[in-house]
């Protein structure tokens, strides 16, 4: 057997020349020298790119250079082969699938970090270790068995395929994953592999293995994914699975490339599953296990159905690991330990019946493998043309199937058996090569290491959890074993030969052990964790997780010494060597306690009372934490050291700078602040002790997990042990650091005793070896190690760890399940090994009975056992000293019984009262204190419980009575019959809130309803708004006429204005009724070219009519069938079933209240009845008193009211009832008793008719005391009859008589009557109450309908609000979108607008600029191109960065003119310079204009860019507005998809349709059939009317048939009308394409024609002009007007000044005749008048400034005419 892969025959391949590299980088076999060529290349074969080469197919790894390898510390003398790995004996059977066979020779399974390959028959064992060393993930088969892929565990980890059966390594894939593999699957073409990653990545990657490369890789999900299988069909997709999920996965080749697309399963109403196994069929679809044992049938990634066995009972009792598709059949394989095989036909093509989703699928076969078995997996092969099953068992098995299901079948052979579970515990023999495991699987295995193989087994009933092989002192046969187990039991066994066992010498030889139970005790009530022997063998000690350690001494039968406690759960347990002087007990805890104690003395220990030994001298250890400490104590050495090297470097640097004469500043230097200190943690709960050994008296090591893992800590046990051990702080002296442990601490520690080595089994599954020195354990000791990973790493943490007695075997036990044994390197050669020697059996063991076993866990410990019999002996002696007193008090109350009697022997007078036996009064008054003190706490102790009940009692009567009514029974009194109220709430508001809730919220959502209808309404008047066709410019033109319609239009000039606008507007109407006219042509063209039908198409007259008919023709459509659809009025929801629920109810409860009143009110008349009854008896019996005995009729009885008449009574009792219960009460036999009985009957007593009404008391005493009255007369009568009567007295007696007669029998007969119409009343009543109950029946059955339909309306309730949210929030959405749409519509129609005025104003530019070359300008060309040239003004920004700021220049604006030439492009010219013989002027202006132009442009540009901006925008809203459009669509097909499964789920429920036998007519052969379920009810007159339309559709049939025969010949009739339209049209159109030719010399659109035949903008300009010049000609006339006026005034004026001038000529006249005549006066003529001569000259002077201004007014005046006459003119 080898430990690495080697070469078989058949499988020698060699890589070619053409490998000459490992992709991988790992070397590989072939031919080095080529190798060496190919890996140095020269410069000149060198390429830039490097060429991808593919891998040969026969290129190999070499397996010695990629297996992971011991590590050993450099430059240490540790051989690398100190252990070598010999034999695998355990089985990691909980991993998922750790299962593989290739061939039926040989099995394929992981160990640790191993992966075995074991002969079946021979059990040789063959390993294939890992690369990196930190385990391995999954295995798994190439589909043609040449191949097998490991996937392993650790840091970035290798995927290595295999070749088989050559086993060496072929390729190596890498990055699949970042911490482990979880599984792989190749395809069926066996091309790609499909492997899945573990936490945190959970990355699935598809492989082209070959070569080496990932084609695609995908989260394949967010937790733990346990499988991926490709498809069979169909290998673009492949299926994951794990916790809660199962997700679809398929290669899709998208824009970007070929990518992995997943869908994720939905459980929907199915509980969600972690999915273990599946199989996908044939057809795409799905089938997975459960947890619960069902299969799930997956379509479309939705469960289509759950399947089940017959009566819901699950598929498999438990999880279903594993499900295969073979030969047709499916396969399931269960954790029950079934195996069940399935009809494909019947899975594939299930689907659900009923609401449950369950299908019921009966197994075609099934196979139970064994009890107690739980299959994970199965793998097949074929042998001879068979094929057979390899099963993995969990419970540790390997087992063999035969799934035939024949006559021939094999049964389940069980090929081998292991531990399952971790291995709790092994030890080896002392003096053979045997060892002995447990686990917690309830086995105990003995192994030969030797030979490889098991010898025996046997099995308890709890598991296993410590384990100890008896020394040599204690048995020297080397056959005896203490095991411990989980129940605290501990059981000795012994191993023996059973072939020495007399009589069986002669027989043959089987190989194998067996074991015998010797002893069994259970010294613990919790796990047994720890068993040691002492060093001499007389001691053995147990400890327990309760916290004790028993000891026992050590002889043929081993009895209990005694017991300690200790501060917590034990550990381990550890004897001092002998090379100590004092043989002591080193007990460690988990919870960070060491105790030492002495070995108890057998015999020395007083057991009588308890086995706990309570004088026995112990010392405590308590741990406490010293690592922070530690590592601050580096830290603080570190940055000591730094600082030191930080000056040294400083003062060497100076030294230099010295030498080279270079004078040095000396600078303080800053020192950089040091960061601080990590302070002391010290953990709040101590950390566990794992292990740990003695290393001189008092003193020991330890090794310890959490966070105080990463050291060997040496301890020492104080000598002060006078302080409480819980508040103790100890410290240990030493420590040793131990390398790359903090995160792994030492889990077991193991000596070799023939050599100095030291091995230590590590958390994380690995091995190490340490050699010791010869002296003691030091710090800088354990510096050099060997180590090897074994165990698997995440889980694998070494349990046990041992070397053989003679020191040449190491054997490791761990959490995986795994056991490993290692040959030790010896220095020496060895001799050959010796065999395992099974011990002998001891003298007698054949005749010994069996030992009874401990079976029942809960069974007492020994100390348990011990306390109880000293409890039961203490109980026994109390018990006899109370009998003791018993027997002496009867013996005193006798005494004074004889006394008594005595006393009453003698005479009266001596005998002695009952007072005088009182010794002291006081006695009995204390006890009457004492009691009213008891009576008293009693009462007080027992207040708060009875105001407790007391609150009960009211709130059971609240709810129970006060909240009901009474039922009250009216009987009739001369019959049986009776009449009962119902019995009702007295409370009914709760109706009315039910009610008004509803209504509120059916108010809320007919609100909201309501909103969206109005929001609906108003975008379709918004849109008719948008459609109705406008005409501005007719609108425009319509305004303007308005304004103009002012007084003056009546004159001629503006009504010729106004005729114009009419004619214009008559142009306009009849140019929009042509547009109009041609619109609505094309509309009605393009309507009746949508109206066309298809020819597969119907009239829609017909459809509509076939509508109505199926809508009102009796076409009655069940609410069942897939195509019946609820109208909208009918659509129910919560609220409205409320609303139906609470009238319902209130209903039922309104006519149940009237019925209950006139119940009452029958109640109210019996009790009157019965008083005036009453009345009437006591009538006729004093009527009777007057009559002879004889004449007397029977009085009738008087009608009692029953206890049920009035149940209010119930409750009431009266005082003689408290009474004679006070009484029953006081003799203390209220329990059982008649009087009891009697207090119940009295406590509910029967109601009298006092008690009914008061009045009856009133009447009853009324005729007691006219009975009395009447007794009274009737005595006086008799005494008067004493004389004898005289005629007149007879007469009147015998009239007295008469009367009384009558009056007796018309009494008896009032009476009779009474009873007879109450009775009849009665009747009455009770056959109306009858048909109400069948009513109310009906009613609470509509209830219960009622009621099952709001809950499963509630339960649909949340989506339904959802779906209609959803459509609110679309419709608000889409109205807030469509509110944007016409924002950006108008500004894009704004935008538009500035658009073409801009286009119009350049045109009208480039117009003006035509207008002002004129004609044949010879620089038009030139000026025109000076025009259109283009300048672009272009800022220039200086930007200068400096190193940390930046600073910018001011802006500077220059142009740079980029010349487009607009003819040839050779040709250059320069628009700076007018050229010659140009008119200047117009250069000036051309270059103005130029710029007015480019204005124009930019302006049109930024506009154009707007609007482009604003219609992106606007598309983009309208994309949106269009999705939301479909989203709503989407939604409201939705809620009528709901709606429709809402409908289908209330036609599910059962409805009660109570029917009469006659109503029944679906007969049998004319029999009732059994089963109505396809029976429908309907009603007659629907009957009668679907049999009437029969007839009445067999006559519309042959009318129908009768018009089709007519529709057939005016159908060819009207094709054959068509076709001569059709040609007449074709006629018609030549024709007048020919008129056209001839007037207009080519075809014209006619339509446009009439559309364009009027320029309404330029006639507007004309009416514009007309308008201005009539505004001028009334202004002008205007002025002409003020002309004239004055022109008047002038006239005026003229003739005014005119007067004043021939005054002044008058004047002038006069003054000349007046001088005249003074000069011919004499000369002193006139002094007197010298002064009027002087007014005269000034008045004069006057004058002629006022002539002097009068004349320059009319020469203005004149100017003024002469300038108003030029203007007229």
């Not at 068993?531 to 997780?545: C, H, I, M, P, Q």
Request: proline content about 4%; hydrophobic content about 35%; overall charge negative.
């Amino acid at each position: 057997m080898s430990s690495f892969p080697g070469e078989e025959e058949g499988d020698n391949e060699e890589p070619t020349e053409d490998e000459q590299k490992d992709p991988s980088g790992v070397c590989a076999e072939g031919d080095s020298e080529e190798r060496e060529k190919s890996e140095t290349p020269s410069e000149n074969q060198k390429k830039p790119a490097e060429v991808k080469r593919k891998i040969s197919e026969t290129f190999f790894y070499n397996y010695e250079d990629i297996c992971s390898q011991p590590f050993v510390t450099e430059d240490s003398e540790i051989p690398i082969d100190i252990l070598t790995l010999k034999y695998s004996f355990g089985y990691d059977c909980a991993r998922p699938i750790n299962l593989l066979m290739m061939d039926n020779k040989k099995l394929l399974y992981i160990a640790g970090n191993q992966v075995v390959i074991q002969e079946l028959k021979t059990k040789c064992q063959r390993y294939i270790r890992s690369t990196s060393g930190g385990g391995i993930g999954f295995i798994t088969a190439h589909p043609s068995k040449q191949y097998f892929a490991v996937g392993e565990k650790g840091k970035k980890p290798n995927l290595i395929i295999y070749k088989y059966p050559s086993l060496r390594p072929y390729r190596i894939l890498q990055g699949g994953t970042e911490k482990a593999y979880v599984f792989g699957d190749f395809n069926r073409a066996g091309t790609l592999l499909a492997t899945v990653g573990s936490s945190p990545d959970f990355m699935l990657t598809i492989w082209d293995w070959k070569q080496e490369e990932i084609v695609l890789r995908s989260k394949a999900f967010a937790q733990d994914v346990y499988k991926v299988m490709f498809s069979a069909e169909n290998e673009e997709h492949l299926i994951t699975s794990g916790s809660g999920h199962i997700r679809f996965w398929k290669m899709a080749l998208t824009l970007t490339g070929l990518k992995l697309q997943g869908a994720l399963g939905r459980f929907g109403r199915t509980a969600v599953s972690d999915i273990l196994g599946f199989v996908e069929l044939p057809d795409g679809k799905v089938v997975s296990g459960t947890e619960w044992g069902n299969l799930l049938l997956w379509e479309g990634g939705l469960i289509k159905v759950e399947l089940c066995r017959p009566e819901h009972q699950p598929c498999h009792d438990g999880p279903v690991s594993q499900l295969l598709l073979e030969e047709g059949e499916l396969i399931t394989v269960g954790k029950d330990g079934f195996i069940r095989v399935w009809n494909f036909e019947i899975i594939d093509g299930a689907d659900s019946v009923d609401e449950t989703g369950l299908l019921e699928v009966e197994p075609m076969n099934e196979l139970c493998v064994g009890k107690n078995v739980s299959l994970n997996f199965m793998s097949k092969v074929h042998d001879r043309e068979q094929t057979i099953w390899y099963a993995q068992d969990t419970n540790g098995a390997i087992w063999k199937l035969d799934l035939t299901f024949s006559n021939m079948t094999h049964d389940p052979e069980c090929l081998c058996t292991f531990h399952s579970g971790r291995i709790e515990a092994v030890s080896v023999s002392p003096i053979t090569y045997l060892m002995a495991t447990t686990a917690l699987d309830r086995s105990v295995r003995i192994f030969d290491f030797s030979s490889n193989i098991e010898l025996s087994e046997i099995k308890f009933k709890q598991g296993g959890t410590a384990l100890v092989w008896a020394p040599y002192v204690v048995n020297p046969e080397g056959g005896l074993i203490a095991v411990g187990f989980e129940d605290g039991v501990v059981r000795i066994i012994e191993v023996y030969d059973p072939k020495q066992l007399p009589g069986r010498e002669g027989q043959a030889s089987t190989g194998n052990a067996e074991i015998n139970l010797k002893q069994a005790f259970k010294p613990h009530a919790a796990a047994v964790t720890a068993l040691a022997y002492e060093r001499n063998g007389d001691v053995f000690a147990t400890g327990s997780k309760d916290k004790r350690v028993f000891f026992f001494a050590t002889k043929d039968e081993y009895k209990p010494i005694g017991f300690i406690r200790v501060p917590g759960p034990v550990q381990a347990l550890q004897w001092s060597p002998s090379s100590h002087e004092k043989s002591m007990l080193l007990v460690l805890c988990e919870n960070g306690f060491a105790v030492q104690v002495p070995a108890p003395l057998p015999g020395e220990q007083d057991t009588v009372s308890t086995y706990e030994i309570k004088t026995l001298p112990t010392q405590y250890f308590h741990f406490y934490s010293i690592k922070s400490r530690i590592k601050l104590e580096e830290e603080i050495a570190l940055r000591e050291k730094k600082r030191k090297e930080k000056e040294r470097a400083k003062l060497q640097w100076i030294k230099e700078q010295k030498e080279m004469g270079l004078e040095i500043e000396q600078q303080p230097e800053e020192e950089p602040e040091e960061e601080p200190l990590p302070p002391l943690y010290i953990p709040e709960e101590s950390s566990p002790i794992l292990c740990g050994f003695y290393s001189a008296p008092g003193k020991f090591w330890l090794s310890l997990g959490g966070y105080d893992s990463g050291f060997l800590y040496h301890c020492e046990f104080s000598h002060d042990q006078e302080e409480d051990p819980e508040n103790r702080k100890d410290e240990p002296f030493e420590v040793i650091p131990i390398e790359d442990t903090d995160d792994n601490p030492i889990h077991r520690i193991c000596f070799c005793a023939s050599r100095p080595l030291m091995f230590l089994g590590m958390q994380d599954g690995s091995l190490r070896v340490y050699p010791l020195p010869e002296k003691e354990l030091s710090v800088n000791a354990l510096k050099e190690y060997w180590c090897l990973n074994v165990h698997d790493n995440d889980y694998g943490h070494i349990q046990g760890i041992c070397s053989s007695y003679d020191d040449t075997f190491l054997i490791t036990c761990g959490a995986d399940g795994n056991i490993f044994t290692f040959d030790i390197e010896s220095p020496e050669d060895i001799p050959e090994r010796r065999k395992a020697k099974i011990p002998s059996p001891r003298s007698g063991l054949e005749k010994e009975k069996a030992v009874e076993d401990i079976v029942d866990p809960d069974t007492c410990n020994i100390e348990e056992v011990k306390q109880k019999k000293e409890s039961e002996r203490i109980k026994k002696e109390a018990e006899e000293k109370k009998n003791k007193k018993r027997e002496e008090i009867i013996a005193l109350r006798h005494d004074f019984v004889f006394l008594l009697q005595k006393n009453q022997e003698l005479p009266k007078h001596m005998q002695l009262r009952r007072e005088e036996y009182e010794m002291d009064h006081r006695i009995f008054e204390e006890l009457d204190r004492q009691k009213a003190q008891r009576i008293q706490l009693v009462q007080k102790e027992l207040a708060w419980e009875q105001e407790k009940q007391l609150i009960g009692l009211q709130k059971l009567r609240k709810q129970f009575r006060d909240s009901q009514e009474f039922t009250v029974v009216v009987h009739a009194i001369q019959s049986n019959h009776q009449v009962s109220t119902y019995r009702l709430l007295t409370d009914t508001e709760k109706y009315s809130q039910d009610k008004e809730q509803a209504g509120s919220k059916w108010k809320l959502l007919k609100e909201m309803w309501r909103v969206l209808e109005q929001a609906e309404e108003a975008k379709e008047t918004e849109i008719t708004r948008e459609t109705m066709p406008m005409d501005s410019d007719t609108t425009v033109s319509e305004v303007k006429a308005e304004k103009l319609q002012t007084p003056e239009i009546q004159k001629p000039a503006a009504r010729y204005i106004e005729i114009k606008r009419e004619k214009i507007r008559r142009i306009v109407e009849k140019s929009d009724k042509m547009k109009a006219k041609i619109m609505k042509r094309k509309a009605q063209w393009d309507e009746l070219y949508k109206s066309k039908p298809k020819d597969d198409s119907e009239d829609p007259k017909d459809a509509e009519e076939i509508k109505e008919a199926q809508e009102n023709m009796g076409c009655y459509k069940l609410k069942t069938a897939s195509d019946y659809s609820l109208p909208e009025h009918k659509h129910v929801n919560t609220e409205k079933m409320m609303m139906e629920l609470a009238s319902l109810k209130e209903l039922i409860h309104r006519k149940k209240v009237n019925m209950n009143k006139e119940i009452m009110s029958l109640r109210d008349l019996k009790v009157s009845i019965i008083d005036e009854i009453k009345c009437l008896v006591q009538e006729l019996k004093s009527i009777q008193a007057t009559l002879d005995v004889s004449e007397h009729l029977s009085l009738p009885l008087i009608p009692q009211l029953h206890p049920e008449e009035v149940p209010e009574k119930k409750f009431e009792c009266n005082s003689d009832v408290l009474l004679r219960f006070k009484e029953e009460q006081a003799k203390g036999q209220l329990e059982g008793s008649p009087s009891f009985r009697a207090f119940r009957r009295g406590f509910i007593p029967a109601p009298s008719v006092e008690e009914t009404d008061p009045m009856a008391q009133d009447a009853d005493a009324h005729p007691m005391s006219t009975a009395s009255s009447l007794g009274t007369e009737q005595q006086n009568s008799f005494e008067m009859e004493k004389a004898e009567p005289t005629e007149m007295e007879l007469e009147i007696l015998k009239r007295e008589k008469i009367k009384s007669l009558y009056l007796q029998k018309t009494l008896i007969k009032k009476i009779n009557m009474l009873v007879i119409n109450f009775d009849a009343e009665l009747h009455l009543l009770r056959h109306k109450k009858l048909k109400m109950d069948v009513q109310m029946k009906n009613a609470d059955l509509r209830c219960i309908t009622c009621s099952e339909e709001l809950l499963i309306l509630k339960k649909l309730e949340k989506h339904e609000t959802f779906l209609r949210e959803q459509i609110y929030t679309l419709i608000s959405e889409q109205e807030a979108l469509q509110s944007e749409l016409k924002s950006y519509l108008a500004q894009m129609k704004e935008r538009k607008y500035e658009i073409l005025k801009l286009q119009e104003c350049k045109k009208a530019l480039y117009a003006n600029f035509q207008a002002s070359l004129g004609e044949d300008n010879e620089f038009a060309h030139f000026l025109t191109k000076v025009l259109k040239k283009k300048i672009e003004c272009v800022e220039k920004k200086d930007v200068e960065t400096e190193a940390d700021e930046e600073e910018e220049d001011d802006e500077e604006s220059d142009l740079r003119t980029n010349e487009e030439n607009s003819g040839s492009e050779d040709e250059v010219f320069d628009d700076s310079v007018c050229p010659d013989d140009c008119d200047e002027e117009l250069f000036l202006n051309t270059i103005q204009l130029r710029q007015q132009w480019l204005h124009i442009e930019k302006t049109l540009a930024e506009e154009k860019k707007v609007a482009a901006d604003l219609r992106r925008k606007y598309n983009a809203l309208t994309k949106e507005a269009k999705e939301v459009e479909t989203s709503l669509e989407k939604t409201e097909r939705d809620l009528e998809i709901f709606q429709w499964e809402k409908l289908q789920k209330l036609n599910e429920l059962y409805v009660v349709v109570p029917l009469k036998l006659h109503q029944v007519q679906c007969l049998v052969d004319g029999e009732m059939p059994s089963d109505f379920s396809q029976a429908l009810v309907f009603t007659n007159k629907s009957l009668e009317y679907l049999q009437k339309r029969i007839v009445d559709l067999r006559n519309e049939k042959i009318m129908h048939r009768e018009m089709y025969k007519k529709a057939k010949e005016k159908h060819k009739q009207l094709v054959k009308d068509k076709k001569e339209m059709e040609l007449e049209m074709r006629q018609l159109e030549e024709k007048c394409s020919h008129l056209m030719m001839e007037k207009f010399g080519r075809l014209v659109d006619f339509e446009a024609v009439q559309a364009h035949s009027v320029n309404i903008p330029m006639e507007d300009m004309k009416v514009k002009i007309m308008e201005k010049e009539y505004e001028h000609y009334l202004e002008l006339r205007k002025w002409e007007e003020r002309i004239v006026e004055l022109q008047q005034q002038l006239v005026k004026l003229t003739e005014e000044n005119t007067s004043k001038l021939l005054q002044l000529n008058k004047f002038c006249r006069e003054k000349h005749q007046l001088e005249t005549k003074l000069d011919s006066l004499p000369n002193d003529v006139g002094e007197e008048f010298q002064g009027t001569q002087t007014r005269d000259i000034k008045e004069r002077a006057r004058l002629e400034a006022r002539l002097v201004r009068t004349a320059r007014d009319t020469a203005l005046l004149r100017e003024q005419i002469n300038m108003g006459r030029t203007g007229g003119c």
